[in-house]
C-alpha cells in the first residue's frame, strides 16, 4: 500500500513556516515576544526577524551607556535652580533630546513637573543601558520601575485574586498564594488554604461580583495590609435564598523572591 506523499510547500509557504520557527526561536531563547500578522509580506517579515536576532546577539554582548551619555551630555540646570514656571519648558527640551536618541521616558499623572524633572536629572540621567539602538525601536523607561507605585500595585494583585476566588467557571490554581499563610490566629499551609477556597467554592453553584474598591495600604512589622470594600453575591448549590456579602474586608500580602503573594484573607463571606 503506497503512502500519501507530503504536499510541497510553495517558497512562499515555506518562508512563512520558516518565518514562525524563528520567531519561536527568538521568543524560547531570547524572550522576544513577536506577533506575525497572516498577511504581512513573509520576505519583510523575514528581513526583520533576522535584524532582531541580529540585534539579540549584539545585545548580549553590548558595552553600557549612560543614558546622560547617550543623549550627548547635554547642559542642564539642578532642580534647586529651576523655577516652577520654566520646568514645563525644560522638561519639554530633555523629553525631545530623549526621543531623538530613542528613549521614551513615561511619567504617570500624579508625578508633579518638579518630582519629574529631579527624576529626570537624577535618576534618569544615571541609568545605564546598552550601547546600541536596534533602528525604529524605541527604549521605554518608566517612572515607576524606579519608585513602584505600591497601593496601585497592591490594589491589582488584590482585585485579581478575589476575581480568580469568586470565578467559578474556572479552577483555583492559587498561583498568587504564599507558602506563608495565617488564618485569623495561626499559621497554616497552603494545602490547608486551597482546601478551605475549594470548600467555598463548593458551596456555591454561582457567584456574581459586584463592586470592589480598595481603601487604605498599610504597612507594619507584621507586613502589608490592605483595606478594602467589597460586594458580591452568591447562590448555593443547596436550595435557599441568594446570599449578599457587603462590607470591609483585609488581605495580607509579603514581596517573596521579587514577587508579592497573598499570606491571607479576610472578607464578608469568607476567610481562610
Not at 526621543?99 to 524633572?117: K, M, N, S, T, W
Not at 477556597?197 to 456555591?204: G, L, P
Not at 474598591?213 to 478594602?228: A, D
Not at 435557599?240 to 517573596?256: D, P, S, T
Amino acid at each position: 500500500m503506497q503512502e500519501n506523499p507530503v504536499p510541497e510547500l510553495s517558497p512562499e509557504e515555506q518562508l512563512r513556516a520558516d518565518n514562525e520557527i524563528m520567531a519561536m526561536s527568538l521568543e524560547l531563547s531570547r524572550g522576544a515576544v513577536t506577533h506575525i500578522s497572516d498577511d504581512a509580506p513573509p520576505e519583510l517579515v523575514s528581513a526583520w526577524l533576522q535584524h532582531v536576532a541580529a540585534f539579540e546577539a549584539q545585545y548580549e554582548h553590548a558595552s553600557q551607556i549612560t543614558v546622560y551619555e547617550r543623549i550627548g551630555r547635554p547642559a542642564f540646570a539642578t532642580p534647586d535652580l529651576l523655577e516652577a514656571s520654566t520646568l514645563p519648558g525644560e522638561i519639554e527640551r530633555l523629553h525631545d533630546l530623549l526621543e531623538e536618541h530613542g528613549i521614551v521616558a513615561l511619567r504617570p499623572d500624579y508625578v508633579d513637573d518638579a518630582q519629574f524633572y529631579q527624576f529626570m536629572v537624577t535618576e534618569l540621567f544615571a541609568y545605564e543601558m546598552p550601547n546600541l539602538q536596534l533602528p525604529g525601536t524605541m527604549c521605554v523607561i518608566d517612572y515607576e520601575q524606579f519608585h513602584p507605585n505600591l497601593p496601585a500595585i497592591i490594589s491589582h494583585l488584590a482585585s485579581s485574586f478575589l476575581l480568580d476566588l469568586l470565578n467559578l467557571k474556572k479552577p483555583y490554581t492559587g498561583s498568587q498564594l504564599s507558602e506563608n499563610l495565617r488564618d485569623d490566629q495561626h499559621c497554616i499551609d497552603k494545602t490547608t488554604a486551597l482546601e478551605r477556597i475549594q470548600a467555598f467554592r463548593n458551596y456555591y453553584k454561582a457567584i456574581k461580583p459586584l463592586g470592589f474598591k480598595p481603601e487604605e495600604v498599610l504597612n507594619s512589622e507584621h507586613g502589608t495590609h490592605l483595606l478594602f470594600s467589597i460586594c458580591w453575591e452568591g447562590q448555593p448549590i443547596a436550595r435557599g435564598k441568594k446570599e449578599r456579602h457587603e462590607g470591609l474586608g483585609v488581605i495580607q500580602l509579603g514581596y517573596e523572591e521579587e514577587e508579592w503573594l497573598v499570606q491571607g484573607v479576610q472578607m464578608p463571606g469568607f476567610k481562610f
